[in-house]
């Protein structure tokens, strides 16, 4: 399985960039896919996630209402729709894949429910 992630650059505050990652391989059959990102010097946080199964997404508080995830209908292609991007937004941004079943709660925005990364892109906003 591979993860490809594109879309990263460098913006102003306030401008909207999208993501795009494509999985690859045998066995696509995940059962939820992510966005992480991670800032110099900080620890990897989950930005979004959604279920393979019903769609439903999951959002950090700090990018709720401005991000959105979304998928395509095969379901080997997510999507970060980024809005009103923020100078905090900088990082480098990760898919990532799995096939756990999903445990409930926020479970789908930890770093270690996922077995399959994609490499980083880099989303750079200037103020």
């Known amino acids: 399985v591979q993860l490809q992630a594109s879309g990263g650059g460098l913006v102003q505050a306030g401008d909207s960039l999208r993501l795009s990652c494509v999985a690859s391989?045998?066995?696509?059959?995940?059962?939820?896919l992510g966005w992480f990102r991670q800032a110099p010097g900080k620890e990897r946080e989950g930005v979004a996630s959604?279920?393979?199964?019903?769609?439903?997404?999951m959002y950090a508080d700090s990018v709720k209402g401005r991000f959105t995830i979304s998928r395509d209908n095969a379901k080997t292609t997510i999507y970060l729709h980024m809005n009103s991007l923020k100078p905090e937004d900088t990082a480098a941004y990760y898919c990532?894949?799995?096939?756990?079943?999903?445990?409930?709660?926020?479970?789908?925005?930890?770093?270690?429910?996922?077995?399959?990364w994609g490499q980083g892109t880099l989303v750079t906003v200037s103020s």
């Open positions: 990532a894949a799995t096939r756990r079943p999903y445990r409930g709660g926020y479970a789908l925005l930890l770093a270690d429910e996922y077995d399959y």
């Open positions: 959604i279920r393979s199964s019903n769609g439903v997404a």
């Open positions: 391989g045998f066995n696509l059959d995940f059962s939820s």
